[in-house]
Nanobody
Framework: QLQLVESGGGLVQPGGSLRLSCAASGFTLDYYAIGWFRQAPGKEREGVSCISSSGSSTNYADSVKGRFTISRDNAKNTVYLQMNSLKPEDTAVYYC?????????????????WGKGTLVTVSS
């Protein structure tokens, strides 16, 4: 069964850090670009960051630039999202998704597989 599983969410104080993981099972992530998305209560889902299959190309939403870092370890079949200097407005369910069709770049649409999400709550 092909699936993505997110982990690493939780409750953190403003200014704190979390590292999210997106692990694949049933398939290898080597040939997939990966995107991280989030959906806050009452808001639409938005693309946060993405990384190409080789890791050579990354993209960040303006709201997280300089605070979040995406990386991948294909040997572990896992993609990470390091989140620093967290703000209350970062509170959301975070999802990862895999895109088979992109080579050398990444995007936030047309994703092939989705995880079920992990909740990040930033609050004092």
């Amino acid at each position: 069964q092909l699936q993505l599983v997110e982990s690493g969410g939780g409750l953190v104080q403003p200014g704190g850090s979390l590292r999210l993981s997106c692990a694949a099972s049933g398939f290898t992530l080597d040939y997939y670009a990966i995107g991280w998305f989030r959906q806050a209560p009452g808001k639409e889902r938005e693309g946060v960051s993405c990384i190409s299959s080789s890791g050579s190309s990354t993209n960040y939403a303006d709201s997280v630039k300089g605070r979040f870092t995406i990386s991948r370890d294909n040997a572990k079949n896992t993609v990470y999202l390091q989140m620093n200097s967290l703000k209350p407005e970062d509170t959301a369910v975070y999802y990862c998704a895999a895109d088979r069709g992109s080579w050398g770049y990444c995007k936030y649409y047309g994703m092939d597989y989705w995880g079920k999400g992990t909740l990040v709550t930033v609050s004092s």
